[in-house]
């Protein structure tokens, strides 16, 4: 609860500098080479980054207030797949590099990606950690009900080399294709751990809590973000991606536990 009420109060802080900064007028505001900011922008961002660019995206509309944001959030994998195949997406923020080369590859990009953030992982157990889970070592307990990210995501790439660092053999009860997928098993009672990202321990605030993983046995994981080659509203989507890299868009990030780019 409490971690819960830092956050709003971070956030209605920060929403407050935002709405000095950007000013009482109301007119459609133009980006940086001068055009209009106006129209949908359709985000297809990694679900780890979704409390974070939710709140990124409002504090994007109160600086233009004639653009909307919409997002979907699911496996980058899943949406490199969604964009090769046509979907509309005017922007893509992968949670790993080899997504975004995927997509590069394919020729879906329109410039170079740029990082906006870095992660790292922590073991995701329930509230109190009732298991006592120390290390990770106690996931190979087979008695532990343990639940990880698929391999073709990069909460599982991510999870996979930190259990090869550390020696460590896992029989996990089920694979998810996207991190909120570990999070909500193990917040729902239906498994006693996980390897997720940092920030979705932080995003569960009091439904979980956080196990260390040693810095020399951890991962750390890029965050680029594109406009696609295909995005129907091009001076827009850049307007969002330079926004996510300014001080606005890296102070929002920061607060939701992402690490400096």
């Known amino acids: 609860m409490r971690l819960r009420l830092a956050l709003s109060v971070l956030f209605a802080s920060l929403m407050g500098v935002f709405a000095v900064a950007c000013g009482d007028d109301n007119d459609t505001k133009p980006s940086s080479d001068g055009a209009a900011i106006s129209g949908e922008v359709v985000v297809f961002a990694a679900s780890s980054l979704t409390e974070a660019f939710t709140a990124i995206g409002e504090a994007f509309t109160e600086e233009y207030p004639d653009a909307h944001v919409t997002f979907n959030f699911a496996g980058s994998g899943d949406l490199v797949t969604q964009i090769t195949q046509g979907a509309p997406a005017d922007v893509f923020a992968s949670a790993d590099d080899s997504n975004m080369t995927k997509l590069i590859d394919a020729g879906e990009n329109n410039g170079d990606p740029i990082v906006i953030a870095k992660n790292t992982f922590q073991i995701i157990v329930e ?27 990069p909460c599982g790439k991510g999870a996979s080399t ?20 570990v999070v909500t098993k ?28 040693p810095s020399g046995l951890n991962v750390i994981s890029n965050y680029p973000m594109v406009v696609t080659k295909g995005a129907p509203n091009a001076a827009a989507a850049q307007a969002f991606v330079d926004f996510v ?13 992402f690490l400096a780019r």
Do not use: H, M, W, Y
Not at 162 to 181: M, P, Q
Not at 187 to 213: H, Y
Not at 245 to 257: C, D, V, Y
């Open 127 to 153: 509230p109190g950690n009732p298991k006592g889970i120390a290390d990770l070592a106690d996931l190979a307990d087979p008695d532990l009900i343990v639940v990880l990210c698929a391999d073709t995501v």
């Open 245 to 257: 890299a300014r001080a606005q868009g890296q102070a929002i990030l920061a607060l939701f536990g």
């Open 186 to 213: 193990v917040t729902a009672g239906e498994a006693d751990a996980g390897i997720v990202f940092v920030t979705d321990v932080i995003a569960a605030g009091d439904a979980a809590e956080g196990v260390e993983i």
């Open 162 to 181: 930190i259990l090869a660092n550390a020696g460590v053999t896992v029989t996990a009860k089920s694979f998810e294709d996207k991190v909120k997928g």
